[in-house]
C-alpha cells in the first residue's frame, strides 16, 4: 500500500472539498461575489466555481485567488521552513555531514597480534 492511499489519511477529495469551502468562506467574509474575485485574480470564474466546489484546480490558480485575497504569503506555509534544527549534525559547522559512523565498540584488552609471530 502507497503513502498516498493510507487508510489513516483523508481522501484528496475530501482535503480538496474543504480547502474550496475555506477559500469560499473567506470570499464571502471579504464580500467579494465570485466574479469580482476571479476578476481580480485574473482567473474565469468556472475556475474558481471548480476550485470552491473541490473540484480541483492548478496551484498557478490559487496563487492567485489567494494574492487576490491579499493572503497569498498563506501559501508558503503548507511546506515546514527546512531551516536547521539545533540538534541537527550540520549546526556545529553549517555543513551537511558527509558520512555516517556508527559508534565503535570497545576493543577486547589483549594485545594483538598477527599469528605468525612467536609467542
Given at each position: 500500500?502507497?503513502?498516498?492511499?493510507?487508510?489513516?489519511?483523508?481522501?484528496?477529495?475530501?482535503?480538496?472539498?474543504?480547502?474550496?469551502?475555506?477559500?469560499?468562506?473567506y470570499r464571502i467574509s471579504r464580500n467579494f461575489k465570485q466574479?469580482?474575485?476571479?476578476?481580480?485574480?485574473?482567473?474565469?470564474?468556472?475556475?474558481?466555481?471548480?476550485?470552491?466546489?473541490g473540484n480541483g484546480g492548478t496551484i498557478d490558480s490559487l496563487?492567485?485567488?489567494?494574492?487576490?485575497?491579499?493572503?497569498?504569503?498563506?501559501?508558503?506555509?503548507?511546506?515546514?521552513?527546512?531551516?536547521?534544527?539545533?540538534?541537527?549534525?550540520?549546526?556545529?559547522?553549517?555543513?551537511?555531514?558527509?558520512?555516517?559512523?556508527?559508534?565503535?565498540?570497545?576493543?577486547?584488552?589483549?594485545?594483538w597480534s598477527w599469528g605468525d609471530e612467536a609467542p
Open positions: 500500500m502507497t503513502h498516498y492511499d493510507s487508510p489513516d489519511l483523508r481522501p484528496l477529495s475530501v482535503l480538496l472539498s474543504d480547502l474550496g469551502q475555506q477559500i469560499e468562506a466574479a469580482e474575485l476571479a476578476e481580480m485574480a485574473g482567473i474565469s470564474r468556472s475556475t474558481l466555481t471548480r476550485l470552491e466546489a496563487a492567485r485567488i489567494l494574492r487576490a485575497l491579499d493572503i497569498e504569503d498563506r501559501l508558503l506555509d503548507i511546506v515546514p521552513d527546512a531551516k536547521l534544527s539545533p540538534l541537527d549534525p550540520r549546526s556545529d559547522t553549517g555543513k551537511a555531514r558527509q558520512r555516517v559512523r556508527k559508534s565503535s565498540e570497545s576493543a577486547p584488552s589483549e594485545e
